[in-house]
Structures are given as C-alpha cells and as structure tokens.
C-alpha cells in the first residue's frame, strides 16, 4: 500500500482565493511526522510546514495551514490568499517514527496553478 | 539556501558511462538521502545513511552505489547509464525529527 497518497494531479485557483491540496497517509506507528514542500519550476525543493502526529493543533506558517485529521488520516495543505509565486509542485511527505535516521516517505505530487 | 550542496549542477555524459555525483549536508546532519525525479516517475527515494552506514534502501538499482564519508558527504555512484538514467538527482539531509532540507539536485541527461 502507498504510504502517501495525493490524488490531485493538477489544481488550479484563482488569485487570492484559498485552495486545499489533499494528502493521506498510511502507517501503523503511532509516532509520525507530515510535512510539506514545494517545488517551483526552477527545481529547488522548499519545506512550507510539519505536523507531528501528538501535535494537538493543526500547524500554521503564514499563508500556510495544515489540516490534520488523525482518525481519517489526513493531512491537507490550505494555501489561504493564493499568490502567484504559489503556482509550484507540491508534495506531501511522512516520517514514521521519530528516531534519527528514519525514512521518508513523498508523494506523487499535486501541481497548483494559480490564474490572475 | 538550504545548506545542502550538490555537485555538479549539471552533468551530460553518454550511455554506458560511469558519473559520482556529490553532496554534503548541513552542519550537522547526520543523515543523507539520496533520490530521483524524473517525469515520469515522481519523486523516487534512493537510498539512506546514517552517520555513515546505509539505513534505508528504496528503488536504487543495481547499477547505482552510494556512501557516506566520515566526514558525512556522500556520493552517488551511477554505472552503465542507460538513456533513462536522465533525472535530477536530489540530496537531503536531516537531523532529529526535524524535516528534510534539499540540495539544488545534479541534472543528469544521458545521450
């Protein structure tokens, strides 16, 4: 089975307006961390935020929100007031367990772009 | 910037050749990782060490050898390189619990 699963192969939302990029996950261990990167057309891989699996609340990084619903293991990234620069690759990403040296483990990505 | 280099940026070689490519992490991380991304294929996880010793193994062919120095960089060995070999090639590093961080990534086209 997949360990992650992003089921959007391309998005689009128009500028300033919120958009959700859905992420699921799979793993029987009870200590895991979700993160988030974004990847622009120039290549570089850039982490937006991480949610460990005891965080009581959702993580935010400004325009950056993650909802994480543990029981449907979720883990969705809301970009709020989509900019331009946004448009980019987005992947989701999860670390089972919380010892140095673990694996991760990235989805196939879901391509965001954001129209004027 | 990351902290995490990668060299080279760039790399054109022809089928049948051997390439190294290099990464060193940040200050500090202990752990490397090494993968592909190519189109058709996403992003694929190579291979892991840990302060020096391989920890994780994921779709690395036989072809390709990887290690960690005591110094923690690590190379990537790519042998025999077929024309489907062409991809970037990211390192990570990491430490803790905390996320990984990105290298720029070595484009590799295989003529």
């Known amino acids: 089975a997949q360990k992650i699963t992003q089921t959007q192969p391309g998005m689009f939302v128009q500028e300033k307006e919120a958009v959700t990029l859905d992420c699921t996950y799979d793993?029987?261990?009870?200590?895991?961390?979700l993160f988030w990167y974004k990847q622009p057309s120039s290549g570089e891989m850039i982490f937006l935020i991480y949610q460990g699996s005891y965080d009581q609340q959702n993580a935010t990084e400004g325009r950056y929100s993650l909802n994480f619903q543990k029981a449907r293991k979720s883990a969705n990234l809301v970009i709020s007031a989509s900019q331009l620069g946004d448009s980019a690759m987005y992947f989701c990403?999860?670390?089972?367990?919380?010892?140095?040296?673990?694996?991760?483990?990235f989805g196939t990505g879901t391509s965001l772009t954001v129209i004027p | 910037d990351s902290g995490v280099t990668q060299t080279p940026k760039h790399l054109i070689t022809a089928t049948g050749q051997r390439v190294t490519l290099r990464c060193s992490p940040r200050s500090g991380d202990l752990s490397v990782y090494w993968y592909q991304q190519s189109l058709d294929q996403g992003l694929q996880f190579l291979i892991q060490?840990?302060?020096?010793?391989?920890?994780a193994k994921g779709n690395i062919l036989e072809r390709f050898s990887a290690q960690q120095f005591p110094d923690l960089h690590s190379e990537l060995n790519l042998s025999s390189l077929e024309l489907g070999d062409s991809a970037l090639y990211f390192c990570a590093s990491s430490v803790g619990r905390s996320e990984q961080f990105f290298g720029p990534g070595t484009r590799l086209t295989v003529l």
């Open positions: 793993t029987s261990d009870p200590s895991y961390g």
């Open positions: 060490y840990y302060n020096g010793e391989e920890r």
């Open positions: 990403a999860m670390r089972e367990g919380f010892n140095t040296g673990n694996q991760f483990y």
